[in-house]
């Protein structure tokens, strides 16, 4: 059973970057898209970008002058950088994985919260 | 980018009624490739229905995808109490991938 779990810092400060991990369990990185996205609390699912085990990345254009997404398959982790955060970053991040296209497996999520 | 709408907002309903959730797209999604998902508090979101019309293994056969094009419909047959939860739907066939702003079923 593929297993996949995000750490990183719970708080980051406004202007500063957020940087999680997702690591994977029970399963290859290898042969698979990966995706990171965001619910800000009580909103909507936000797709941020995904990442092909190859080290080939697709962002939402929305975020893309601020996201970075790469992949270290010796440690079977993808990582997540977003610069210049500010408080509507605010949310639960996810990581997850492509079936392909839908997300078959998520992680459990972790809360990331902007603020001084 | 492909703007989903799903409605309604809130839909309240009793254990054994039947749901219907819609979403619609801003254009059409290629392939119908539509996925639903099931979401409850504090926990992430699990596919549902792919494709549309498939379901996701181990998805009971209560839940049921239709649709094409613009326009999709998430049918459960006949609610259980663990039913009741946010149901989202997103489009994969192009990018942006983008998600509904999600439909929350209560209990009435």
């Known amino acids: 059973q593929v297993q996949l779990q995000e750490s990183g810092p719970g708080l980051v400060k406004p202007s500063e970057t957020l940087s999680l991990i997702c690591t994977v369990s029970g399963g290859s990185i290898s042969n698979y898209y990966w995706s990171w996205i965001r619910q800000p609390p009580g909103k909507g699912l936000e797709w941020i970008g995904y990442?092909?085990?190859?080290?080939?990345?697709n962002y939402n254009p929305s975020l893309k002058s601020r996201v970075t997404i790469s992949v270290d398959t010796s440690k079977n982790q993808f990582s997540l950088k977003l610069n210049s955060v500010t408080a509507t970053d605010t949310a639960v991040y996810y990581c997850a994985r492509h079936a392909p296209g839908f997300h078959d497996y998520w992680g459990q999520g972790t809360l990331v919260t902007v603020s001084s | 980018e492909i703007v989903l709408t799903q409605s309604p907002g809130t839909l309240s309903l009793s254990p054994g009624e039947r749901a219907t959730l819609s979403c619609r797209a801003s254009q059409t999604v290629t392939n119908n490739y539509l996925a639903w998902y099931q979401q409850k508090p504090g926990q992430a979101p699990r596919v549902l229905i792919y494709g549309a019309s498939t379901r996701a293994t181990g998805i009971p056969d209560r839940f049921s995808g239709s649709g094409s094009g613009t326009d999709f419909t998430l049918t459960i047959s006949r609610l259980e109490p663990e039913d009741f939860a946010v149901y989202s739907c997103?489009?994969?066939?192009?990018?942006?991938?983008?998600f509904g702003q999600g439909t929350k079923l209560e209990i009435k």
């Open positions: 990442i092909y085990y190859t080290g080939n990345t």
């Open positions: 997103q489009q994969y066939g192009n990018s942006p991938r983008t």
